[in-house]
C-alpha cells in the first residue's frame, strides 16, 4: 500500500495562491493524499476563536466545515467558492482527505512551523513576485520559507500581466 503524504498549501486567497493550490492538487496529490490548508491570519486580527488558538493555532477544519459561513465567521476568512470547488473536485476525483488550519502571525514563521506541527511531506506557497526591491524591503515569504522549512517547498509562479509597448 503506497504511503499517504501530507501536502500543506499556503492559502492568503489571492490569484497566486490558488494558482499554488490548483498547481498542488495537478502535480502531487494522489489517491488517499492528505491536503492541508495553511491560512496565516494578522496579528492584529480579531476574531471569536483567536483567543482560543492563537499560541497552537487552530484545530483542523474539515471540507465539510470549510462550506458553511460559521467558519468563515469565526476565523474572519472570506467565503472562497473557488477554492472550496479546487477542494471539493480533489476530495472527488483523487480521494484527497482535505482540512484546513488557521493560524495567527507572521506567515513566513507560521508556515515554517506548520510544517513541523503538521508533519508535511511538502509545501506549496504562491509568490506574489514582488521584484528585487520590495521583496528586499517587505521581505519575501516564499524566499524564507524555502531556506527554513524542513520540507521541500514548492513555489508557484503568478503569471506576469504582459506589458504592451505603444
Known sequence: MAKTHQVGVAMDFSPTSKLALRWAVDNL???NDHIIMIIVQPPSADHTRKELFE?????????????????????GIAKDVEVIDILETASKTKGAKVVAKVYWGDPR???CSAVEDLHLDSLVVGSRGLGTIKSVLLGSVSK???TNASCPVTVVKGTQPS???N
Open 144 to 146: 524564507h520559507v524555502v
Open 109 to 111: 514563521e507560521k508556515l
Open 55 to 75: 499560541i497552537t493555532g487552530s484545530p483542523l477544519v474539515p471540507l465539510e466545515e470549510l462550506r458553511e459561513i460559521n467558519f468563515t465567521k469565526q476565523y
Open 29 to 31: 496529490i494522489n489517491k
Open 163 to 165: 506589458k504592451s509597448r
